[in-house]
């Protein structure tokens, strides 16, 4: 089956909703349904809801957590329904931490180019690529890095993870994610998160797509906190949306494939689990456009630290340490007075995993392309190359749009381990090490040498 058969397949399922709509806010306790009078009114737990549905609640954290997080949907079936006898399966490369596999590559910085687009039928699940793992899914401490290729859509296949939330960060192609609290539709330059335990299918709007995965082993994505900076700037609450109630009444032979500490697991079910008429709560999925993100910096001197620029952070439990941050270098103004502009050299105890979405990034003019990786693990040094570092160090120092860039940052506390894939199949520049090899020594100890 070709990628214009599978689309015009999915365009043919029933479903109440012809196109997405959204309700703005985020951690907000959303309410919404998909036929008047579907949601309870001052209850959540009626002794018969409206339409015969069934009441079911979705936890996302424990219940005595500060807040608790939770949505109460009103289903068509429970979803025990949807969840029939397992059997593993094996999904190729799709990795989980721990997943240190000894002498698979020597320590080092390094480099990928884009993912070649395949000409294989890869769905959400069957595209996905692990690039790097961290911490322990069984201890739900850590993360994994992924890029997925997507060239088929899911249909009457659904899939969810047990073990974590993802981020997801188109690069390339449109993608609609049909999930059991509505829809979302998701393009480049725009990010989606899709939380633990909820149930989806992909579908794949354009010819291809491509992009990234950070997979949240750990405790939920939050706003950082902004401290002196106030109330305003980097990501507002109300720029991200969720969607609203849209349900699936179809009784078609379809599969859900969960993952689950690691693993895979297949039930086979009679009908489509998007089976949710109404909601409300504050657990849900929810985009965000990345143009929409107002960067703040330094307008005197010195460079800030990236922190600066963090969209999302996963805290770990430790203060100023996070699980995961989530950070965007986009289009801005460069103002600072005799100042280094591009980020200066450092080591230091996060590792970073870069990603570039689309331009060029300030620090690396040249082989860190739009669909490219790079990673700089904890404690090994990293920062411009040779022609970031001569044309920052000489460029005459005016105000200056920074234009054409938006790049972004998987950090974690812990170290990121390569999977096979990434060290063996993946397109690693072998010559990346070398962008430092010709830095020069300018120093010869004459006083006040500049």
């Known amino acids: 089956m070709n990628s214009t058969q599978n689309r015009a397949i999915v365009q043919q399922l029933s479903t109440n909703a012809t196109t997405p709509g959204y309700m703005p ?6 309410e919404t349904e998909a036929l008047p009078e579907a949601l309870p009114q001052g209850m959540n737990s009626p002794q018969k809801c409206n339409y015969g549905l069934y009441a079911e609640q979705l936890s996302g954290t424990a ?8 949505t109460w949907c009103y289903r068509i079936r429970p979803s025990v329904k949807h969840s029939a006898r397992y059997t593993r399966v094996e999904v190729l ?12 590559a020597s320590l080092g910085q390094y480099r990928w180019n884009p993912m070649e687009v395949s000409d294989k039928p890869l769905t959400w699940v069957s595209g996905m690529r692990t690039i790097t793992t961290a911490g322990d899914v069984n201890t739900q401490t850590g993360m994994a890095s992924h890029v997925y290729l997507v060239t088929e859509s899911m249909v009457d296949d659904y899939f969810y993870s047990a073990d974590s939330e993802l981020l997801v960060v188109p690069q390339q192609g449109r993608l609609r994610f049909h999930t059991e609290l509505g829809i979302l539709d998701l393009e480049p330059t725009e990010i989606a998160i899709i939380p633990r335990g909820l149930v989806y299918r992909v579908e794949l709007l354009d010819e291809v797509a491509r992009g990234f995965v950070c997979e949240n082993y750990g405790q939920k994505f939050e706003l950082p906190a902004r401290g002196p900076i106030g109330a305003n700037c980097l990501a507002n609450p109300r720029d991200f949306k969720a969607p609203v109630a849209a349900f699936e009444d179809r009784e078609t032979s379809s599969t859900v494939t969960i993952k689950w500490c690691g693993q895979f697991h297949k039930t086979e079910i009679g009908q489509s689990p998007l089976d949710v008429v109404a909601w409300h709560g504050n657990y849900a999925p929810y985009k965000y456009d990345l143009s929409s993100y107002c960067p703040v910096g330094s307008v005197l001197f010195d460079h800030p630290d990236p922190s600066i620029f963090t969209v999302l952070s996963a805290p770990s439990g430790n203060p100023g340490t996070a699980n995961i941050d989530f950070v965007l270098f986009r289009e801005r103004w460069l103002v600072a007075e005799d100042t280094f502009r591009p980020p200066w050299y450092h080591k230091n105890i996060m590792s970073e995993l870069m990603g570039n979405i689309y331009g060029i990034y300030d620090a690396k003019p040249e082989g860190f392309v739009p669909g490219g990786l790079s990673l700089h693990n904890m404690m090994l040094p990293h920062g411009p190359d040779k022609d970031a570092y001569e044309g920052a160090t000489n ?17 974690t506390r812990f170290p990121q381990h390569l999977t096979e894939f990434a060290a063996k199949e993946a397109p690693l520049q072998q010559d990346y090490i070398d962008v430092w090899a010709d830095m020069e020594k300018h120093f010869d100890g004459t006083p006040g040498q500049k």
């Open 25 to 30: 806010g985020f951690g907000n306790n959303h």
């Open 395 to 411: 460029a005459k120092l005016e105000p200056s749009k920074l234009d054409n860039t938006m790049s972004f940052m998987f950090e």
């Open 93 to 104: 490369y799709w990795k989980s931490a721990p997943n240190i596999i000894e002498n698979v």
């Open 63 to 70: 219940f005595t957590a500060h807040p608790p997080e939770r």
